[in-house]
């Protein structure tokens, strides 16, 4: 593979001063063949507000790196949805540790649920927004930033009604994943700040990702990260399980069954990609979109785009990883997902 290395005039000054960051900081490079992807991104990051980075790997190494508007691999956003995939890989750390399963049911965890007759949901439907809760509660319970992982999942027991029968309806949002969160905490005896950071951060040296400072930490979307640190998690991923350090951060199977689908049976109450592009009924999986599938329900593509209007996703059978990162805090996903979606198409096709 050849690569083009373009330095503008602060990337020299900062490879000079700051000899210790990492090369998607401090450098643009664009691949033989990625042309096509630098010239969409020119003609649309204006509408970005002109800001955005974007990476993408080819089998751990990257074909493309650019930032525009000051953002570096480095720079730190909210990441909206782009938090359900982190918090999938949390989840099946505690499933690779024998501390839950995916078919275990909420109550078996959470007497609460049962005293309420919501006991019967799966951690499976859970994480796949089957769990017959409607995707955020009218009580704002998932985001209520003065209130604990805890207190949360108690007033949904007690007072967020079921709208379908769990496993029959998809209705995306953050309910159901807060109360997922709940169940990892009373399962391995830790808050889901330091899971998150123990099992999936650290290990993957994703230094400058967490999920804020509450005691309420928003299990669907209240990640903070970086390009640099996502696509290591995008890499882990790609690499069954293992970092590109070597450590092994989840088993095959784990990942395997995180990237299995979880909707074959449920119809659509509501989603945010429209309906007409979900060209299968096996569109989601556990935290993760099966965006792209072949015959057979094979998986081509996967991801987890956020509302601020970052996109992560992985191309399986070409071994690429991509992050197209930016912010944008009023109808972010509706101004970026025609730009990500071509980009994906075009890196796709290569």
Not at 93 to 116: C, Q, R
Request: hydrophobic fraction near 40%.
């Amino acid at each position: 593979m050849t690569y083009i290395f373009r330095y503008s005039l602060p990337a020299i000054i900062a490879i000079a001063l700051l000899a210790g960051c990492s090369k998607s900081e401090s450098q643009t490079i664009v691949a033989v063949g990625y042309d096509d992807v630098d010239q969409v991104l020119n003609d649309s990051v204006p509408a970005f507000g002109g800001k955005c980075y974007v990476v993408i790997h080819e089998d751990g190494k990257a074909v493309y790196s650019k930032g525009y508007g000051g953002y570096t691999g480095s720079t730190r956003q909210l990441i909206a949805s782009c938090s359900k995939w982190l918090s999938a890989a949390v989840l099946m750390s505690l499933v690779d540790e024998g501390k839950i399963k995916l078919s275990d049911s909420v109550g078996k965890y959470l007497p609460v649920f049962t005293a309420n007759q919501k006991g019967n949901i799966t951690i499976a439907q859970l994480f796949s927004h089957t769990s017959g809760f409607p995707g955020n509660s009218t009580q704002g319970y998932e985001s209520n930033v003065l209130s604990t992982l805890q207190l949360a999942a108690d007033g949904i027991a007690k007072n967020v009604p079921l709208l379908n029968a769990p496993g029959t309806t998809f209705y995306y949002g953050g309910v159901s994943m807060q109360v997922a969160g709940r169940i990892c905490e009373v399962a391995s005896g830790k808050d889901w700040k330091t899971l998150a950071a123990e099992k999936i951060f650290t290990p993957c040296g994703m230094v400058n990702t967490d999920f804020g400072l509450t005691a309420n930490p928003q299990i669907g979307g209240g990640a903070r990260s970086t390009p640099d640190d996502y696509i290591r998690f995008l890499d882990m991923l790609m690499n069954k399980g293992v970092a590109a350090n070597g450590t092994r951060v989840l088993s095959e199977a784990a990942v395997n069954a995180m990237e299995e689908s979880q909707t074959a049976h449920a119809t659509i109450a509501y989603t945010p990609y429209p309906a007409a592009w979900l060209g299968t009924k096996d569109f989601y999986a556990i935290g993760n979109w099966r965006d792209v599938t072949g015959p057979g329900g094979e998986l081509i593509e996967n991801s987890s785009p956020g509302a601020f209007g970052s996109h992560p996703w992985i191309n399986r059978g070409k071994k690429r990883t991509g992050f197209i990162f930016t912010f944008i805090a009023d109808n972010g996903y509706l101004t970026t997902i025609a730009t990500s979606l071509k980009i994906r198409a075009l890196v796709r096709n290569k």
